[in-house]
């Protein structure tokens, strides 16, 4: 199927790409049976699949607190996130296998460590609080990347986009509200919230990728129409809107350069720890090995259910098959 949508256009660079170009520059969405150039489809099936891989991925940080919710209602909520999340890595497969590639040859690429997934899911939760960073945080960081994505060129995963944002606002409101519950509430509450911050601030500033000058493919997917937005500017963004909701918290951010620039109308803040973030992508992170031997638990463990599925397929195809 592949090579079958990729053989479908005429050579790269002639008028089929112009063509191409000038629908993106009129804001005019492409659809998987549309000519597009390599290029295009590889990228996109980089950025979706890595996509997907990180929803998947990011079920077992929070997941990790299930069982160990501090109240009923609590519990209740993040079960739902939690599943909300493997709901967002599907509908991403699946805009991924519309460029045609195989939910297979993706899962394959997760499992054997060759496909990425984001840097943020491999810190550890080490409290109650870090579900509510991660919540306040890390959705909070995804919605400021994703709600441009929403007008993304390539329309099956603008359109994923749209159901996605408006789930991941009820997740960065539910984080929000633990984060205001122990910020409000003991000195032993507040402290547990402060440590949270400190652990998570910088790496969910590190979702948004590296500064503009070291991102290899922001240009062109910018000129494509993938990315609306450079890396740092979706970072100043986050930042503008997360610093006053720590100060509202009374929490501090740990970051001595954070200060408000009044001539640019945004804040200044300091560079995170690059080379640590390249650690983390090198798959040295605190979690990376534990998360990848997870999937790959749970991938053998549904063996015998994907295998009770064909069985069943293929009983059915075959009755059909008598039955013409
Ligand atoms: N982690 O040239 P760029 C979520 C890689 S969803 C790991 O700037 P690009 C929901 C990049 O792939 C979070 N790798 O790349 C949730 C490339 O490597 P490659 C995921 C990273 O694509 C919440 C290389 O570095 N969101 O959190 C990272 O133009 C709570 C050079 O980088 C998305 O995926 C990173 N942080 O820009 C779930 C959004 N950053 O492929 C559960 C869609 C960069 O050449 C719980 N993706 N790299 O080997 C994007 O917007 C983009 O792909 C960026 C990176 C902005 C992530």
Not at 181 to 209: C, I, V, Y
Request: hydrophobic share 40%.
């Amino acid at each position: 199927m592949y090579a079958q949508l990729v053989e479908t256009g005429a050579a790269e660079g002639g008028p089929e790409e112009q063509a191409f170009q000038e629908r993106i520059d009129r804001n005019v969405q492409i659809e998987p049976r549309d000519w597009m150039p390599a290029g295009y489809r590889k990228t996109l099936v980089r950025q979706i699949s890595q996509h997907a891989h990180s929803e998947v991925v990011g079920q077992a940080p929070e997941g990790n607190w299930i069982t160990r919710a501090p109240s009923l209602q609590r519990k209740a909520i993040l079960l739902a996130k939690v599943q909300d999340e493997a709901g967002h890595g599907l509908y991403l497969y699946c805009a991924a296998e519309t460029l045609g590639i195989s939910r297979d040859q993706l899962t394959e690429q997760l499992l054997t460590g060759k496909a990425k997934y984001s840097s943020i899911f491999n810190e550890p939760t080490l409290t109650w609080a870090d579900v509510g960073a991660i919540g306040w945080l890390v959705d909070g960081a995804a919605i400021m990347n994703q709600v441009p994505l929403q007008r993304c060129s390539y329309g099956p995963y603008g359109r994923a986009m749209v159901r996605i944002c408006k789930e991941e606002s009820f997740h960065q409101r539910q984080g929000f509200d633990i984060m205001r519950a122990l910020a409000h509430g003991t000195e032993k509450q507040k402290a547990m919230a402060q440590d949270a911050l400190n652990r998570w601030w910088w790496p969910s500033l590190m979702m948004f990728g590296p500064s503009d000058k070291d991102s290899t493919h922001s240009a062109q997917s910018m000129r494509w129409g993938i990315k609306q937005n450079s890396n740092d500017e979706l970072r100043q963004k986050f930042v503008d809107q997360t610093a006053p909701q720590a100060a509202w918290l009374g929490l501090t951010v740990p970051d001595p350069e954070l200060a408000w620039n009044e001539e640019k109308g945004c804040f200044d803040f300091g560079e995170p720890d690059w080379d640590a973030f390249m650690a983390i992508l090198k798959g040295n992170g605190t979690m990376n090995r534990e998360r990848l031997n997870a999937r790959n638990k749970a991938w053998d463990d549904g063996d015998w259910y994907r295998e009770g599925l064909m069985a069943h397929a293929a009983k059915h195809e075959a009755a059909k098959t008598a039955a013409e």
